[in-house]
């Protein structure tokens, strides 16, 4: 499977496929393009593999939309990003989508 961002319903985004050293620059760069709206929820739960690099992607995309005044969330996290977060302490940094 190609990993891609894609424009899922509404003011959703969605994640497929591995994040990793290999295409986090490509992703990073097609997802901020996709930011174009406040609220925006961006969903994980199609992440197959990542790497400590996917963590500098979803800051670099939080980092973009504070810059434009925006909000945005993450859901459904996968537990192997999730461990990698809260490993390198950065979990108070990321917007998790309220239920």
Same mark, same amino acid.
């Given at each position: 499977?190609?990993?891609?961002?894609?424009?899922?319903?509404?003011?959703?985004?969605?994640?497929?496929?591995?994040?990793?050293? *290999? *295409?986090?620059?490509?992703?990073?760069?097609?997802?901020?393009?996709?930011? %174009?709206?406040?609220?925006?929820?961006? %969903?994980?739960?199609?992440?197959?593999?990542?790497?400590?690099?996917?963590?500098?992607?979803?800051?670099?995309?939080?980092?973009?939309?504070?810059?434009? *005044?925006?909000?945005?969330?993450?859901?459904?996290?996968?537990? *192997?990003?999730?461990?990698?977060?809260?490993?390198?302490?950065?979990?108070?940094?990321?917007?998790?989508?309220?239920?």
């Amino acid at each position: 499977m190609a990993t891609e961002v894609i424009r899922s319903e509404g003011s959703q985004l969605s994640v497929k496929g591995s994040v990793t050293i *290999n *295409n986090v620059v490509a992703l990073a760069a097609q997802g901020i393009a996709l930011l %174009d709206r406040d609220n925006l929820v961006i %969903d994980l739960k199609e992440v197959s593999e990542v790497d400590s690099s996917a963590i500098c992607m979803l800051l670099e995309w939080q980092r973009e939309a504070s810059r434009r *005044n925006w909000r945005m969330y993450f859901a459904n996290m996968p537990h *192997n990003l999730k461990s990698l977060v809260q490993l390198y302490g950065v979990a108070e940094l990321i917007s998790w989508q309220r239920s």
